[in-house]
């Protein structure tokens, strides 16, 4: 397990078998379509029962669907009642971590020849955008000052990345929860892709996207 090279950034990590009562919830998606790796499933795995400061990190990895991905986040969050949520993603086309903004209630089925004309609701009853409740400026600017390439993104896409943002701040908007909550989309691994990154590069921005959070 890295450690975040900047000298303020200094948590302690390990691998525990002893859960704190904090919990920080990270949430990676198995591979889907030509992508036989997906880099979020690994950070998750990696990250799962890891202690960062005064918290225990758990990591899940959440089924491709529409339907029982958000199924496993509500009762994560049940569950565990974290402290903070960060779901993880590929995008295929990345060179740089993307930092979502927000989620909007559409969705399509990519697997049809015209995904477009299956445009649809996310959610029946919800509002039809929900914004990220996590630190977006702040993630950024320390993210940055480790030299790992990060932008924001204004489009989490409509795909099961944006639902399962979507479903998690709508969940809790319907349950009175307050969570700082957002989604990460991760690049291809160097290995998959000449423009990609390193998964320690990935798990280095994820740590300190939570350092920004909690501190």
Not at 39 to 44: D, G
Not at 68 to 76: D, E, R, S, V, W
Not at 114 to 139: F, H, M
Request: with cysteine; proline share 6%.
């Amino acid at each position: 397990m890295i450690l975040l090279s900047i000298s303020s950034f200094s948590p302690a990590l390990s691998k525990t078998q002893n859960n704190c009562d904090n919990i920080i919830l990270i949430t990676g998606f198995k591979p889907f379509d030509v992508y036989d790796i997906n880099p979020s499933e690994q950070i998750a795995l990696q990250l799962n029962n890891t202690i960062f400061q005064n918290y225990t990190i758990k990591g899940y990895v959440l089924p491709v669907n529409y339907t029982t991905a958000p199924a496993k986040m509500k009762q994560l969050i049940t569950d565990f009642d974290p402290a903070l949520i960060l779901s993880l993603g590929l995008a295929g086309n990345a060179k740089e971590i993307q930092i979502e903004t927000f989620g909007v209630n559409l969705k399509i089925d990519p697997e049809v020849k015209y995904p477009l004309l299956t445009l649809s609701k996310v959610n029946q009853t919800g509002s039809w955008v929900q914004r990220a409740t996590y630190d977006i400026p702040g993630i950024i600017s320390q993210i940055k000052k480790e030299n790992i390439s990060v932008e924001q993104s204004y489009s989490a896409g409509f795909y099961l990345c944006n639902a399962i943002l979507y479903e998690t701040l709508f969940y809790q908007t319907e349950t009175d929860q307050l969570i700082p909550t957002g989604f990460i989309h991760v690049p291809q691994l160097i290995t998959q892709h000449p423009d990609g990154m390193s998964l320690d590069d990935m798990i280095n921005a994820v740590h300190v996207a939570i350092l920004t959070q909690i501190s």
